[in-house]
């Protein structure tokens, strides 16, 4: 009789911890709200389509300035996000004389089926449209790249793979995908983390193909030996729980870099002026006049 209540309490526990692990690990593969909303197409631009390597296609938006400098900047959203969602931002370049190119992520189609996997495989396909990139503005051009959350970590996968980036603005991304789901379970879901987390690493293979040790943005800085020939900026807000995993990244960094904490300050118009001074700085005093990007 005991053996039937013991498998029962522990056929009890299997099924909670895949059910908490596949709450956890569904709405970061397969976010709704992304597929959801809704963006303006901007006016203008050129429109390419890439091919991954497993068959994904990516819409590339390619935006030219009035005059051409020979330098551009790789716009990558956050994780599922189409390109077009960062367009106030490819703004801001153009106006400083950057062409913007505005990258899809996985994910981000109405029709795409292909989980995000959180930079695992997105700063594969990142190379691949720098590549494009390149080719589209010429071999000659300077080319960073700016990503926002997922999209930093990709950025920074991305610029630790591919030593032909000239410089990388991070904004908000996290140092090591198995840290970022232990701090879901502890502050999110106030529960332990083991042995939660390893039924997770178990599911993120199944449903993403993605092992969990093997994206993490601060090994991958920490095996280029500090990523020191790349300029980086870090941004993070003081209203950020995840702030001390960027500040792990920036210390992680070697060579040029720049840490931007955005103050906590409800005035999102004084706040965005203040984060453009600091971006423009930073491409002025290290991406530019460092690695002679004008």
Request: aromatic share 10%; hydrophobic share 40%.
């Amino acid at each position: 009789m005991w053996i039937i209540a013991f498998l029962l309490v522990f056929a009890i526990m299997i099924c909670y911890l895949v059910s908490v692990s596949y709450g956890v690990c569904r709405p970061l593969f397969y976010p709704r709200a992304a597929k959801r909303e809704k963006y303006a197409m901007p006016p203008g631009g050129k429109v390419f389509e890439c091919v991954t390597s497993d068959g994904c296609k990516l819409k590339v938006r390619v935006f030219y300035t009035a005059r051409r400098q020979g330098r551009a900047v790789i716009l990558v959203p956050d994780g599922g996000r189409p390109g077009t969602s960062l367009y106030r931002q490819a703004e801001w370049f153009l106006h400083r004389g950057y062409d913007a190119v505005l990258a899809d992520q996985r994910g981000c189609g109405r029709k795409e089926r292909r989980p995000v996997t959180l930079g695992y495989r997105e700063h594969r396909d990142l190379r691949l449209i720098f590549t494009l990139a390149r080719r589209i503005l010429g071999e000659e051009c300077r080319i960073g790249t700016y990503g926002v959350g997922v999209g930093a970590v990709t950025a920074l996968l991305h610029a630790c793979l591919d030593e032909r980036v000239d410089f990388v603005v991070a904004d908000s991304p996290w140092s090591d995908l198995r840290e970022r789901l232990r701090r879901i379970l502890i502050e999110d879901l106030q529960m332990p983390p083991y042995p939660v987390l390893w039924v997770i690493e178990w599911m993120s293979r199944i449903l993403a193909g993605v092992p969990v040790k093997e994206v993490s943005p601060l090994g991958a800085i920490r095996r280029r030996g500090g990523l020191v020939a790349t300029p980086v900026m870090f941004i993070a807000s003081e209203t950020d729980r995840g702030k001390e995993m960027v500040r792990e990244l920036y210390e992680a960094k070697q060579g040029e870099k720049v840490f931007y904490l955005c103050p906590n300050t409800e005035e999102t118009k004084d706040h965005s002026i203040q984060y453009g001074f600091q971006m423009e700085a930073f491409l002025r005093e290290t991406a530019e006049d460092k690695r002679a990007v004008v």
